[in-house]
């Protein structure tokens, strides 16, 4: 498996978990908190696979890069904060996963604000990022969607052999 489709495979996974978690009266507080748990070991996963981007995409920054690139390292560095705030200020109202695992919380209305505010903060960035980068989520479901789905199905269309025309 090519790295672009283990990343590719990543974002739809984690948007899509997001998407759950956004809903928590259709999964209820404690699927949301574990999924919580699970998004942030997700998005360690995330931030690591692509190597080095960060030092990377950094060091860029001093040097002639376009503007789409220096956009792209901004949003990217909000999206890090407001997960590492939604993260944070989730464990610490945490209702149902860490008193389960028998650890205490400190629930209160700033980190409930903070949470709340997090996610407004991701979901607007997410719109951008998803705006900035349409063409290759556009070429990535082409190519990894749409292109093996066609091949698969050309392979299973029955091949209609036409009698040899007779020439007289």
Known sequence: MSHMLK???????????????MNVPLTGIAVHEWLGIGVGAALVVHLVQPGNWVS????????ATSFKNRLNW???????????SIIVSGLVISEVALPWLGIQTAYSSFWLWLHLFSVNVVLLTTAFHLALHWKWITNSFSRFVEQPLRARSARRQPRLVYPAKETT
Request: aromatic share 14%; proline share 0%; hydrophobic share 75%.
């Open 7 to 21: 990343l590719w495979i990543v974002d739809v996974g984690l948007f899509a978990i997001f998407l759950l978690m």
């Open 56 to 63: 990377t995409n950094t060091d860029r920054l001093t040097s």
């Open 74 to 84: 901004v949003m990217m560095a909000v999206l890090f904060l407001a997960f590492v």
